[in-house]
């Protein structure tokens, strides 16, 4: 969505923003299986007080790890309003929404839980509830119900302990990038591993250096991508122009030069419809 330009912030309010959209970036950053980030920012836009944007890739399986490294992420903003503010509060409501969904899917139809095991629990066409939910609508014992609830939780809160834990470790870091957050409303990935790096050692810094070369190529594969669309459509526009120039010349000129150029223009059509943009 636009920005909203005309929407009054408050000051605490910005503060929030910006420590729980930094506990999102920082727990991403130090799991190695989910997107590079690509910017976070604080400016409203839509619903949205603030949002923490990553890079996508072309993935088509999402393994049980990597579905746990998200759920960390996800929890990241909430666990660190917990931490700088001893307090929370209804910013992380989406979040929660949304790791509750990937973690009931988890347990319900992609086998992911071992207590459960690999069987489908919950109909693909129809909402994933709760498991007592579950139990009324796909003739589950109580006791297969209770066993999904049982995982679900324990699922979401290993997340959320763990989100704890690396924002309790990096909390220096935390500060930091909130208040540069705080300054410019908007970091990039540049920015952000750049002001990172300093305050980071170990198998950390491996994790996070890999993170941000994987960025560095995906921006160079996109740089190139625009850099060739821009060449076809400038190309693609010079055989428009081209075409007008010449049938503007053949209105000027006898019947007989005009059935001679009108042939080059046929080519022309020939030649353009021939050709290809490869990406």
């Not at 929030?16 to 959209?21: C, L």
């Amino acid at each position: 969505g636009k920005a909203r330009k005309s929407k009054v912030i408050t000051e605490e309010d910005k503060k929030i923003t910006a420590y729980h959209e930094i506990g999102h970036v920082l727990c991403s950053m130090f799991l190695g299986k989910v997107e590079p980030i690509h910017k976070v920012t604080i400016i409203p836009r839509g619903f949205t007080g603030g949002a923490t944007h990553f890079l996508q890739t072309d993935k088509s399986y999402y393994s049980k790890s990597y579905m746990e490294q998200s759920l960390i992420g996800l929890l990241g903003g909430r666990s660190a309003e917990e931490i700088i503010f001893n307090d929370v509060s209804t910013g992380a409501s989406n979040d929660i929404e949304r790791a509750t969904e990937i973690t009931k899917q988890m347990v319900c139809n992609w086998g992911m839980s071992e207590k459960v095991g690999p069987i489908a629990l919950a109909k693909k066409q129809s909402q994933v509830f709760l498991g007592r939910d579950i139990s009324q609508h796909d003739n589950i014992s109580e006791a297969t119900a209770n066993l999904i609830d049982s995982e679900i939780k324990r699922i979401i809160t290993d997340a959320h302990v763990k989100s704890l834990e690396i924002l309790k470790n990096k909390r220096e870091l935390l500060e930091v990038l909130a208040e540069e957050l705080l300054t410019k409303e908007t970091l990039d990935a540049e920015e952000i591993f750049e002001l990172s790096l300093p305050f980071i050692s170990g198998s950390d810094k491996e994790i996070v250096e890999t993170q941000f070369m994987k960025i560095k190529e995906i921006n160079e594969e996109i740089k190139q991508l625009r850099v060739r669309k821009k060449n076809y459509y400038l190309s693609n526009s010079k055989h428009v122009f081209d075409y007008f120039e010449s049938k503007k010349n053949i209105s000027n000129m006898d019947a007989s030069t005009s059935s001679s150029k009108n042939s080059k223009i046929g080519n022309f059509f020939k030649l353009h419809n021939d050709t290809e943009y490869e990406t």
